[in-house]
């Protein structure tokens, strides 16, 4: 299956800061790429699907201004977190589209808010 | 999407075998069936997919009945590294994005 890797596995920031994630595609191009976001206890939600070189599209509720999403190649895309708050402290997955029905994911980033 | 309805969670016990159902009674002629597991702290990862009958592989099988508004995931002598949430989703092989239900936590016990 297809290799994605995440960097970093966790970060813990302060208050107000901004935090970058970066999901990388190792062994194929993703022209596609769907971030999600998981609570504890909780399912996946589907944040934001980008695509390489053209804005991302977000899901209802996500605010697009927060979630800032670059998706410049084929094999990279970024999620960056700013001003973040202790209610987004959460656990953040990218998926690089595959266009068929097996996705793969990466291993998650773990944020934490203080 | 079609929707997914599956148990909030199940126990089990080591060896034996454990079955999980998921209904999806609006599911499209093109959808096909697809299972991911994940352990805390991980992404989801990929156990099987079928469209119809039955599929196996080597971690699990997928039993889907004629009418395909439902679908059961079995996995044969599980051990405490199986437990894991387990999804179903549905969707055709276009499908622009995977939207995840609530999921099946499965417990196994010694």
């Known amino acids: 299956g297809a290799v994605v890797s995440q960097h970093p596995s966790w970060v813990i920031c302060k208050s107000g800061t901004s935090v970058k994630i970066e999901c990388r595609s190792l062994?194929?191009?993703?022209?596609?790429m769907f971030w999600y976001r998981q609570f504890p206890k909780q399912s996946l939600m589907l944040m934001a699907t980008?695509?390489?070189?053209?804005?991302?599209?977000?899901e209802q509720g996500v605010e697009k201004d927060k979630f800032l999403i670059n998706h410049a190649s084929l094999t990279l895309s970024t999620l960056t977190v700013t001003s973040a708050h202790p209610e987004d402290s959460s656990f953040y997955i990218c998926?690089?589209?595959?266009?068929?029905?097996?996705?793969?994911f990466g291993p998650g980033t773990r944020l934490t808010v203080l | 999407l079609a929707k997914t309805t599956q148990p909030i969670s199940m126990d089990s016990y080591e060896g034996q075998e454990v079955n999980i159902t998921c209904s999806h009674n609006?599911?499209?002629?093109?959808?096909?069936i697809t299972w991911y597991q994940q352990f805390p702290s991980q992404g989801p990862r990929f156990i099987i997919q079928?469209?119809?009958t039955k599929v196996t592989n080597e971690v699990a099988s997928l039993f889907i009945p004629a009418d395909r508004k439902s679908s059961t995931l079995s996995l044969p002598r599980v051990s405490l590294s199986d437990t894991a949430v387990y999804y179903c989703?549905?969707?055709?092989?276009?499908?622009?994005?995977?939207?995840f239900g609530s999921g099946t936590r499965l417990s196994i016990r010694p």
């Open positions: 998926s690089p589209g595959t266009g068929h029905n097996e996705q793969f």
């Open positions: 062994d194929f191009q993703a022209t596609t």
């Open positions: 980008s695509n390489e070189g053209s804005k991302a599209t977000y």
């Open positions: 609006n599911i499209a002629t093109n959808d096909y």
């Open positions: 079928g469209y119809k």
């Open positions: 989703l549905v969707g055709d092989s276009s499908a622009s994005k995977i939207i």
